[in-house]
């Protein structure tokens, strides 16, 4: 066990300083050619989301920074969903999709790029189930304004209904909150993260479509973006709230989907974010630590886990993980005091549950190794209330 250990710090040690001596970019090359007033357009694929999507519609036309409602295009792939209703009475767009053998939300995004006439300057992207904050358009046009082709917004929860969907909106928090603002420091690309973000109408035009269409199509964006020497901007004032799932099976689901999505982009984008970084062109240190990936996490995470298992139990060793899962969660819960109103109950269940979340990854990996059938599938809401 102590060699395990002791290779597993070796290989940490030599990210670790490879990564501060990778070049980072000095700033970036921003377009500083923006528009004062640009041209917007919202994107929603809402595969039978009719129980929510009506709150995201509201929350669109009280922006602060008016958004035209023939701007707005919901794309559905039944001509009877009782979307098409609730986009009517807001006199918003709708599409319908032809190409239904085509599973991903990736796919629904380019039939609805390809099939736009009008051309505009950004790209909003929303599922279904979120909710904007009057501000949230007003707030991300400031990266646009500083040039930024692709920006992210805030990801704030929708629904506090219990332990599980709050540790599973904690996820987010872990990487906006702490990877992606450690990244802005340090001029490196962000990960983008479910929805919430735009693309600028210059990229749009590059691709005529919406070229990621894997299960993770954010995360393929990241490494698309990092790869390219592509600005990143996270806009962390620019709210939005998103529904997180309520249901422990559920959330394994949507995990393993993630989990697949991820691997599969990963190890297709792996040798090019490698050679570009060894070769010190095109954001090095950005394509060195995407390179790197989940494994700059999981090696010392086994180096620790030898090394203690070499002069401790196994149960002794579980105890000691999850008072560390306790204190990552109340750094987490901390960082999320200014959007997050939790009653002291159930503060403590999230305090007490997320640790135990955190190591349900290893179920959602397991569902990934052996479900073969894991695709874009519709996550059931309850009734708007």
Known sequence: MIYLSLFCFIITMFMIVIGNIMPAKDKYKLDKKVK?????????????????????????????????????????????????????KYHMNILLRQKLNLKSKGYALQEAIENIKKTYDLYFIFDADNI???????????????????????????????????????????????????????????????S?????GTLINKWQTFPFHSLTED?????????????TKYQNDAIFYDEAPTSYQVSITQRSRWIKGYFYNYFNYLPKLLKQSLKNINNPRSNYK???????????????????????????????????????????????????????KLYIEVLLYHPIFLLSYLHAFGKFLFQKDLEWSIIEHKERK
Do not use: C
């Open 290 to 344: 995407m390179a790197l990936g989940v494994f700059a996490f999981i090696i010392p995470f086994f180096g620790i886990f030898f090394l203690l298992l070499n002069y401790i139990p196994f149960w002794l060793f579980l105890i000691f993980l999850y008072l560390f899962g306790l204190l990552l969660t109340l750094v987490l819960l901390i960082k999320t005091n200014r959007t997050l109103k939790l009653s002291f």
């Open 219 to 231: 995360y393929e964006l990241s490494l698309y973006a990092s790869l390219n020497n592509i600005p």
């Open 36 to 88: 004062k007033d640009p041209q917007i357009a919202i994107l929603i694929p809402a595969r039978n989301e009719s129980k929510v999507i009506e709150d995201l519609l509201k929350s669109i036309t009280i922006q602060s920074h008016k958004i035209n409602a023939k701007d707005v295009y919901i794309i559905i792939e039944n001509p009877n969903d009782p979307t098409t209703k609730i986009a009517k």
């Open 132 to 194: 904007l904050d009057e501000n949230y358009i007003k707030n991300m046009l400031k990266a646009y304004n500083e040039g930024f082709p692709l920006a992210l917004g805030y990801r704030s929860l929708k629904n506090k209904t219990n332990a599980i969907s709050i540790s599973s909106w904690l996820t987010f928090i872990l990487i906006n909150e702490i990877r992606n603002k450690n990244s802005l420091k340090k001029n490196e690309n962000i990960l983008f993260s479910g």
């Open 196 to 200: 919430g973000f735009y693309i600028s």
